[in-house]
């Protein structure tokens, strides 16, 4: 069975970081794209940054420079690494995974950046 687990998240100042893990069961992530996505408060669910099998990867325009997708095929985890953060990253984060047409996700972790 697929299962994600997020970590990491807490309150920081803007301008601070924060490293995000999700340690992933039940599927490789050497063979599956797996992604960050964040929810925000009255908003909809957005992609922030993804690496495929490959080790390519992409960002959401808004952390580009700022976030960095890492992976550990090893240990089976996915890291976030999160800079120079800003009070409009503050959200729940999800990592997910897409395995045949089934989507899984992990519990979330809360991020949150004050000014």
């Known amino acids: 069975q697929v299962q994600l687990v997020e970590s990491g998240g807490g309150l920081v100042q803007a301008g601070g970081s924060l490293r995000l893990s999700c340690a992933v069961s039940g599927i490789s992530t050497s063979i599956k794209t797996i992604g960050w996505y964040r929810q925000a408060p009255g908003k909809q669910r957005e992609l922030v940054a993804a690496i495929g ?63």
Do not use: H
């Open 53 to 115: 099998p490959g080790g390519s990867t992409n960002y959401a325009d808004s952390v580009k420079d700022r976030f960095t997708i890492s992976r550990d095929i090893l240990k089976n985890m996915v890291d976030l690494q999160m800079n120079s953060l800003k009070p409009e990253d503050t959200a729940v984060y999800y990592c997910n995974v897409k395995v045949g047409w089934n989507y899984y996700w992990g519990q979330g972790t809360q991020v949150t950046v004050s000014s």
